[in-house]
C-alpha cells in the first residue's frame, strides 16, 4: 500500500529522532563549562528527551486527530527543527527548553511512525521496521561523531545549531512523500480506540521499551564523557559514541525481518541484550583497554530497540491497537527511561567514579533481557 517515497520518508524522518540526543551529548562537557552550569544541571539536561518522549508521547493520539496522521508527522520534524534552533540562543534554561521542545517532536515522531509503518506496510513490517531503525541509529551516529569536529569551527552553538538543517529537509521531504503515498487517507484515519492498560501483555510491551530506553538515553548521554575520564580524548569519545550508535544500521537491517518472521522474537532480544551486558561489563572493568569493542557490543545491545519496534506492531492485531499500544509502551516507557540518564549521573557525582553508575546499568539490563523475553512470545493483547 505504501510508496518507495512514503519509505524514503520515514526514513529521513527516523534520521531526525536521535542527533538532538548524541550531539548534545558529544559536546556536554564544552556546553556546560561554557555556561557555568552544575552537575546536577548536565543530569537534568541527559535526563529531558526520556521525561519529554514520555509526557509528549501522550498527546500524540490527540495530534492525530486533530491533525491527521501525515499532517501530525510533518509537524513533529517543525517542532524539532524549531527547538534545535531556538536551544542555542541563550543560557542553561534556554538550553533546556529549547532541547524539550525538539525533544516534543521526537516524541510525536516515536509514537507516530511505527504506526505509519503498520498501516502502510503491514506486509512488510520488518522489513519496513528494519530500515525506520537502521536511519535512526545512522542518523544518532552522524550527531555523535559530527558535532565534535563542527565545534571546533563554528563553536557548540552553531555546531549543534545545524542539525536544523538535517529536520528542516526531513520535513520537505516528508510532505512530498506523505501527498503522494496512496495510502495517505487510510493513514490519516488510524487512531487508538481502546485503553490497554488492562491489559498484562501491553504492560510486559511496556516494561521492555522503558528499560531499554533507560539504557540507550543512559549510553547516549554519558558514554563520551565516560571515555573522556578513561584518558580518551573528546573526540574519541563522540566518535566511540557514533560506532555505538551506528552498529545499529547492519543490525536493524538484518534482524527485524528475520526475527519478525519466527514463531517468537525471545531467542533474538534475550541475545542481544546479553551482548550489550558485555559491553557494559567491560566497560566497567577496563573502559580504555579495548573501548572499540565495548563500543560494538553495547551498540549491539542498544540494537534492540529495532526489536522493541518490530514488538510493538507483532503483538497487535489492527493498526488501532498499534497505536493504542505505540503511545503507551512510549509515553510510559520513556518516562521509565528517564531515570537512566538522571540516576547515572547522580550516582557519578554522590562516588566520584563510574562503578556504581555502570552497576546500575547492568541491573537494568537484567531487567530488560526478563521483560523482553517475556514481549517476544507470540501472542497479541
Same mark, same amino acid.
Given at each position: 500500500? *505504501? ?8 526514513? &529521513? ?6 542527533? $538532538?540526543? %548524541? ?8 556546553? @556546560? ?35 491527521? =496522521? +501525515?499532517?501530525?508527522?510533518?509537524? +513533529? ?22 532541547? &524539550? ?19 502502510? !506496510? ?22 555523535? +561523531? ?6 571546533? /569551527?563554528?563553536? /557548540? ?18 510532505? #512530498? ?25 501491553? /504492560? ?11 539504557? $540507550? ?5 554519558? =558514554? ?6 578513561? *584518558?580518551?580524548? @573528546? ?26 518472521? $519466527? ?28 573501548? &572499540? ?15 522493541? #519496534? ?6 497487535? $492485531? ?16 520513556? &518516562? ?8 547515572? *549521573? ?7 567514579? /563510574? ?13 530488560? !533481557? %526478563?521483560?523482553?523475553?517475556? +514481549? *517476544? ?5
Amino acid at each position: 500500500m *505504501g510508496t518507495p517515497l512514503l519509505v524514503v520518508g520515514v526514513a &529521513l524522518a527516523a534520521a531526525n529522532l536521535r542527533p $538532538a540526543v %548524541t550531539s548534545l551529548a558529544a559536546v556536554l562537557g564544552e556546553v @556546560r563549562g561554557s555556561l557555568g552550569a552544575s552537575q546536577a544541571w548536565a543530569s537534568l539536561l541527559t535526563a529531558v528527551p526520556s521525561v519529554c518522549f514520555g509526557l509528549a508521547g501522550v498527546l500524540a493520539p490527540r495530534v492525530n486527530r486533530g491533525l491527521g =496522521m +501525515a499532517r501530525a508527522v510533518g509537524a +513533529a520534524m517543525a517542532v524539532l527543527t524549531a527547538g534545535l534552533l531556538l536551544r542555542v540562543v541563550d543560557g542553561p534554561v534556554v538550553v533546556l527548553g529549547g532541547t &524539550l521542545i525538539a525533544c516534543s517532536g521526537i516524541a510525536l515522531g516515536n509514537v507516530l511512525l511505527p504506526v505509519v509503518i503498520k498501516a502502510a !506496510f503491514p506486509d512488510r513490517v520488518g522489513l519496513v521496521t528494519g530500515v525506520y531503525t537502521a536511519a535512526l541509529a545512522a542518523g544518532g551516529g552522524l550527531g555523535a +561523531a559530527a558535532t565534535s569536529p563542527l565545534e571546533r /569551527w563554528l563553536d /557548540w552553538r552553531g555546531a549543534l545549531a545545524a542539525w536544523a538543517v538535517l529536520s528542516a529537509a526531513a520535513l520537505l521531504l516528508w510532505a #512530498v512523500s506523505a501527498r503522494h503515498a496512496e495510502v495517505g487517507e487510510q493513514v490519516r484515519q488510524v487512531e487508538p480506540r481502546r485503553s490497554l492498560l488492562r491489559s498484562r501483555l501491553a /504492560w510486559v510491551v511496556t516494561a521492555f521499551f522503558g528499560l531499554q530506553a533507560l539504557v $540507550a538515553y543512559t549510553v547516549m548521554g554519558w =558514554m563520551p564523557q565516560l571515555f573522556v575520564d578513561a *584518558g580518551l580524548s @573528546r573526540d574519541a569519545g563522540g566518535v566511540l559514541l557514533a560506532i555505538t550508535s551506528t552498529v545499529g544500521v547492519p543490525v536493524s537491517l538484518l534482524v527485524p525481518p528475520i526475527a519478525a518472521r $519466527a514463531k517468537d522474537q525471545s531467542r533474538w532480544i534475550g541475545a542481544m541484550s546479553a551482548v550489550g551486558g558485555l559491553g557494559v561489563l567491560g566497560l566497567w572493568l577496563a573502559p580504555a583497554a579495548v573501548p &572499540l569493542l565495548w563500543a560494538v557490543l553495547v551498540g549491539v545491545g542498544m540494537s534492540v530497540f529495532s526489536l522493541a #519496534v518490530v514488538v510493538i506492531s507483532l503483538r497487535t $492485531a489492527t493498526p488501532e491497537d498499534t497505536a493504542a499500544l505505540s503511545a503507551m509502551a512510549q509515553s510510559i516507557g520513556y &518516562l521509565v527511561g528517564a531515570l537512566g540518564p538522571f540516576g547515572f *549521573g547522580f550516582l557519578h557525582g554522590l562516588t566520584g567514579g /563510574w562503578s556504581a553508575s555502570l552497576v546500575f546499568v547492568l541491573v537494568i539490563i537484567a531487567g530488560q !533481557f %526478563t521483560f523482553g523475553v517475556a +514481549a *517476544g512470545r507470540d501472542r497479541t493483547v
